[in-house]
Nanobody, 121 residues
Framework: QVQLVESGGGLVQTGGSLRLSCAASGSIFSIKIMGWHRQVPGKQRELVARITSDGSTNYADSVKGRFTVSRDNAKNTMYLQLNSLKPEDTAVYYC???????????????WGQGTQVTVSS
């Protein structure tokens, strides 16, 4: 069983910062791509940032220069540093990861339960 648990969300003023964490636990052999997505009610979930196991990253245009994704492979944990936050960043932030649980199994995609980020104007 694999679990992804996000933490670090909260209420912050415009221009403020937050740091989100996503910890993977359980039966894990390797973690390939990890990503952060966000969703607001009535809209589709959108990709915010992703990072490969060797540290390559890519970002949505709307967050480039403000958000930074990183990971600690030894801890099976991914982070998202959110700076210069705007009200339009308000959303539930979800992490997901492509995880191989044994050397003989294919990658499976897992999602966390989400953490709320609210930016007040």
């Amino acid at each position: 069983q694999v679990q992804l648990v996000e933490s670090g969300g909260g209420l912050v003023q415009t221009g403020g910062s937050l740091r989100l964490s996503c910890a993977a636990s359980g039966s894990i052999f390797s973690i390939k791509i990890m990503g952060w997505h966000r969703q607001v009610p009535g809209k589709q979930r959108e990709l915010v940032a992703r990072i490969t196991s060797d540290g390559s990253t890519n970002y949505a245009d709307s967050v480039k220069g403000r958000f930074t994704v990183s990971r600690d492979n030894a801890k099976n944990t991914m982070y998202l540093q959110l700076n210069s936050l705007k009200p339009e960043d308000t959303a539930v932030y979800y992490c997901n990861a492509d995880i191989q649980t044994t050397p003989y199994k294919r990658l499976s995609n897992y999602w966390g339960q989400g953490t709320q980020v609210t930016v007040s104007s």
